[in-house]
């Protein structure tokens, strides 16, 4: 329920695909962030973020202006700041309303995998 949700009683799931290339499993991320919307009406914004980019953007002068917020950087990268599109991802995030699917994630390094099991 979203009164649940807002006092943080939702327990975070995680799970992880893991597949030969070319077996459907980026296929599978946007399929499940489709079937996100379809089933939830917009109420959760599917968010499909780039393993090795998340990653590359996690350097120690990163944190610096983004309050130790892990996604920011990344958000920051990918969207110009302070667009409409950067403000509503940070807004979903902070509404505990983003589910997020980490695409690509074998292509990190092996250091970087477990931050983002987490």
Not at 23 to 33: C, D, I, V
Not at 79 to 86: D, F, K, N
Request: charged share 25%; hydrophobic share 40%.
């Amino acid at each position: 329920s979203r009164l649940r949700r807002r006092a943080g009683a939702h327990r975070a799931g995680a799970f992880w695909v893991e597949g030969a290339p070319l077996s459907g499993k980026t296929t599978l991320l946007n399929r499940l962030a489709t079937e996100c919307v379809k089933a939830h009406g917009g109420e959760i914004v599917p968010i499909v973020l780039d393993a090795y980019r998340l990653t590359s953007s996690w350097l120690p002068d990163a944190f610096a202006t983004s309050d130790g917020d892990a996604l920011d950087p990344y958000l920051r990268s990918e969207h110009v700041e302070g667009s409409r599109a950067y403000w509503f991802l940070k807004q979903a995030l902070y509404a505990r309303r983003a589910l997020l699917l980490i695409d690509d994630a074998h292509l990190t390094p092996p250091w970087s995998r477990e931050p983002l099991m987490a």
